[in-house]
């Protein structure tokens, strides 16, 4: 997935450059910059789609190539995409997503990817079979009412419906499995199965829902169980846009997580999604984590640079970073939301030992004019993100420091006088209301 | 022709002490019916009476004189009359009959309109407040006849006055509703710069301030139906508070009646468009919209409010660049509020700087303006005072809160209803002793 080779020589020299601003602003930090003259920037251009298809299985892998092939502008990538969503369905049972593949292909890969119309009815005559075997068992377990039978059986047909694409009805069954429940290894194998279904649906709020009940079994869980349960979590936090929330559960998954949930995310997604949230929430010293991140080297040289205070570089890194993260399915819609967070956390950061900060140097060090920094720094410090003045006519930056004595007596003056207000407020309000009681009352009499 | 000679013998010798001045006015409500059927031959009665001492009496034979339909000549007498009496009646008498006394008056400022002379009754108007209210946080039915008279003869100095007073008690829900109408209006157009000019911006601002007050209350009063005075207050509400606050409550708070939750805003829809197109901060937007409803608001009269409130946006923008910038050209400074010319800028910024809504200094040599920190410490005398005399007017405004609430869990009327929707007392309530213990 990292194409290491392809980074262009002009890149490496603008590493280069921004070493060298790098040591103006951190000098402490010289070792770094020679590590990473050596090294070529990594660029994101090229995505190999063979390669990243390989990190997943089962359904997330042709739902991603699909979406690859939606997201991509590259008709040659889209095709490949395609060609891979298409092999790969053609060995599971899902008919009705295969249909739509080939929709889109709409013969660009030749007469070997069409409609094949003799393979479908096959598969669906099949499935039909297969329904009524199932269901005729299930009904033979039910009237004997053995419950570990009866579970094994809802279990098959949500299987059977997640092989087939009917998402909802497998998710049904996996839910009505729980009754059935009689160990918590089973309310745990429930509460998977019904995860990855939900993830598959996008409805995140199940997931949450069925992560805590997994997490509230009595039994200690195994490592790989408790990692894969962080990483569901950590995608429903994700769509539910709590960053941070997400970016902690991410960094709880465990090394154990190995490739046993490629049903569902890469470990090096991990990384990837929890470099954006670590950069605001600051946790490196992870060990754990590291693991993870020596998986992606680019983010792990990404981290370190804005640990480093390398913004130029850091933000050089995430810019090659972005083109893969926006085909990733989960993280492509919070990708800009999160860059835009990285990059006033960055400012904020940047800003924030200095009494004074020159802003011609600061520009520099965040690739950007003067003018534009104005900008971004004008809207933080109205966010009441910067505590600080900008002094447009000599371009520096001041630090502000509120008066803690004037900000008191300003706020008691102004709680006064709401008080004040309130109070009069609610005495006429009193009066007109005792006023339209007293006329009733004398109405009536 | 008797009886009433006998009455104003009466009124002659009933006069002087507090107890004969009720018998009096027992009297005087027997014969009232009888007054009104003989109105028109009363007025010679009226010489024998001396206003200043037979206020009573007076007042009821003016009552009953008045009461027909008057031409334009006779309104010129009445009113010579009528203000005579005002001025000069004493005030414990005619507050026992207080509903005679607001009709007189509002005949009185009647005639003084049909003779299209308002300026005539701003006086006695005032004095017949003062003389009615039993303290100044008293709201008559004349308040608001007065803020009339003072629109009408454009006298708002007069009616400023009164717009100050801290108000408390109200006898009818539609005065207040008048008063502050009246009170907005005045506001309104006084805002002119014929107003500036006459009053110090410091009470300007504390009047609008009640004014606020005042029509928040009336917009969150409680009504049954959707009136027209609530209407319009809101309208102006929203933009008085878009020129003094920068921002426009656009949710009614929750004890509105729910009538003008429901209703009040579907009747004002383009101020409240208003509303957020200047919490936006765009001013060519607000611009295209207010040329786009000109109509609209030209028909509700507040084409003038809107205009304040557009060009009070300049000020928001230029007060929120002196939170982030130390100094800035006029130019930027022109640019960013999107103002024409940085020579519009500088007279922005002066008039701002004149009127202590920003700490700033301007470097005309470099066309730059160089934002303070406000430069109150807390530390004068005058502080010190001001914030004291805050103190005390809080503690005075808790302690009334207090005595209304003693009042009101004193009052038969509320208790009765109390107890009503808790109609069955639980035992538990009286015995708090458990059960097991009493064996």
């Keep these: ?445 | 022709m008797n009886s009433v000679e006998g009455l104003v013998n009466q009124i002659q010798g009933l006069s002087t002490t507090a107890s004969d001045v009720l018998s009096l006015q027992n009297l005087l409500k027997q014969a009232d019916d009888s007054l009104h059927a003989e109105s028109t031959r009363l007025l010679p009665f009226l010489d024998q009476l001396d206003p200043s001492k037979h206020s009573l009496g007076y007042l009821y034979f003016l009552e009953a004189c008045t009461a027909g339909p008057v031409t334009k000549e006779q309104a010129g007498s009445y009113v010579l009359m009528i203000a005579r009496f005002i001025t000069s009646c004493i005030a414990e008498q005619i507050r026992l009959a207080p509903d005679k006394f607001i009709t007189v008056c509002k005949r009185f400022k009647d005639q003084v309109l049909l003779l299209e002379e308002p300026l005539r009754g701003v006086a006695p108007m005032l004095t017949a407040i003062r003389k009615l209210q039993s303290s100044s946080e008293h709201l008559t039915a004349l308040h608001p006849e007065f803020l009339l008279l003072c629109l009408l003869s454009r006298c708002y100095k007069a009616g400023l006055s009164i717009l100050e007073e801290d108000v408390f008690e109200v006898d009818q829900p539609r005065d207040l509703f008048l008063f502050c109408y009246y009170g907005l209006v005045a506001s309104q157009t006084g805002n002119d710069k014929h107003w500036k000019k006459v009053v110090p911006e410091s009470i300007g601002a504390s009047t609008q301030c009640m004014l606020l007050l005042y029509t928040s209350v009336v917009v969150t009063a409680p009504m049954s139906t959707v009136n027209a005075i609530a209407v319009e207050a809101f309208k102006k509400y929203i933009l008085v508070s878009l020129i003094h606050h920068g921002q426009s409550p656009t949710n009614l708070p929750k004890y509105a009646s729910s009538v003008a939750q429901r209703n009040l805003k579907n009747l004002c829809q383009p101020y409240i468009e208003l509303a957020n197109s200047y919490s936006n901060g765009k001013i060519a937007d607000i611009e295209t919209y207010v040329e786009a409803n000109k109509d609209k608001f030209e028909s509700d009269n507040n084409l003038g409010l809107v205009k304040q409130a557009v060009s009070s946006m300049y000020k928001r923008n230029i007060q929120r660049l002196t939170q982030t910038y130390l100094t800035l050209s006029l130019q930027d400074i022109a640019n960013r509020v999107q103002l024409n010319s940085p020579k519009e800028a500088e007279m922005h910024v002066l008039q701002m700087i004149k009127d202590g809504e920003i700490y700033a200094t301007i470097n005309q040599k470099d066309g730059m303006v160089r934002f303070l920190e406000d430069p109150e410490q807390y530390k004068t005398c005058e502080m010190i005072e001001h914030i004291d005399s805050s103190i005390q007017r809080l503690m005075t405004l808790s302690k009334k809160l207090n005595g209304v609430d003693e009042l009101m869990s004193c009052d038969p009327l509320y208790l009765l209803k109390a107890g009503r929707e808790r109609q069955r007392f639980d035992f538990d309530d009286f015995d708090n002793v458990p059960q097991r213990f009493n064996i």
């Design chain 1, 1 to 445: 997935m990292d194409g290491e080779d392809d980074a262009p020589k002009s890149l490496m020299e603008e590493m280069y450059a921004n070493g060298i601003e790098g040591v103006d602003d951190a000098p402490s930090s010289s070792t770094s910059t020679t590590i990473r003259k050596n090294r070529p920037i990594i660029s994101g251009e090229q995505l190999d789609i063979e390669a990243y298809a390989a990190l997943y299985s089962g359904r997330t892998k042709i739902m991603r190539l699909i979406f690859l092939a939606d997201h991509c502008d590259n008709s040659g990538m889209q095709l490949e995409a395609l060609r891979m969503a298409y092999d790969e369905l053609k060995k599971g049972e899902n008919t009705q997503l295969f249909r739509e593949v080939v929709q889109k292909i709409d013969g660009r890969l030749g007469p070997n990817y069409s409609t094949d119309a003799t393979w479908c009815a096959m598969v669906d005559r099949k499935a039909d079979q297969r329904k009524d075997k199932l269901e005729s068992e299930l009904n033979a377990y039910r009237t004997n009412l053995i419950k570990e039978s009866i579970r094994m059986g809802y279990n098959d047909f949500g299987d059977f419906y997640y092989a087939h694409g009917a998402l909802g009805d497998a998710f049904k069954s996996y839910v009505r499995t729980r009754d059935y429940c009689t160990t918590s290894k089973h309310i745990i194998q429930m509460c998977l199965s019904a995860i990855l279904v939900s993830i598959e649906m996008g409805q995140f709020a199940h997931v949450t829902s069925y992560v805590s009940k997994a997490e509230q079994t009595p039994e200690a869980l195994d490592p790989p169980t408790i990692a894969k349960l962080r990483c569901a979590a950590g995608l429903a936090h994700l769509e539910a846009k709590k960053y941070k929330l997400a970016a902690r559960k991410f960094l709880e998954v465990g090394p154990e997580l190995g490739n046993s949930y490629s049903e569902v995310i890469a470990p090096q997604d991990i990384s990837y999604s929890s470099n954006a949230f670590t950069l605001q929430n600051k946790v490196i010293d992870n060990i754990n984590f590291r693991n993870f991140l020596e998986l992606v080297p680019e983010v792990r040289e990404l981290i370190n640079d804005f640990y480093s205070s390398h913004y130029a570089s850091c933000l050089e890194y995430l810019g090659n970073l972005k083109s893969n993260l926006m085909l990733d399915i989960h993280i492509h819609d919070h990708v800009e939301t999160l860059y835009d967070q990285i990059r006033s956390k960055a400012l904020i950061q940047y800003t924030h030992p200095f009494v004074s900060v020159d802003m011609r140097m600061m520009a520099d060090a965040f690739k950007t004019s003067v003018a534009g920094l104005e900008k971004e720094l004008e809207s933080l410090i109205t966010d009441n993100q910067i505590q600080a003045r900008i002094d447009s006519h000599n371009k520096i930056l001041y630090a502000r420091h509120a008066d803690q004595r004037n900000a008191t007596f300003q706020r008691v003056l102004q709680t006064g006088n709401e008080f004040d207000w309130d109070v009069r407020a609610m005495l006429l309000r009193a009066n007109l209301l005792k006023h339209e009681y007293n006329l009733r009352a004398s109405r009536k009499i």
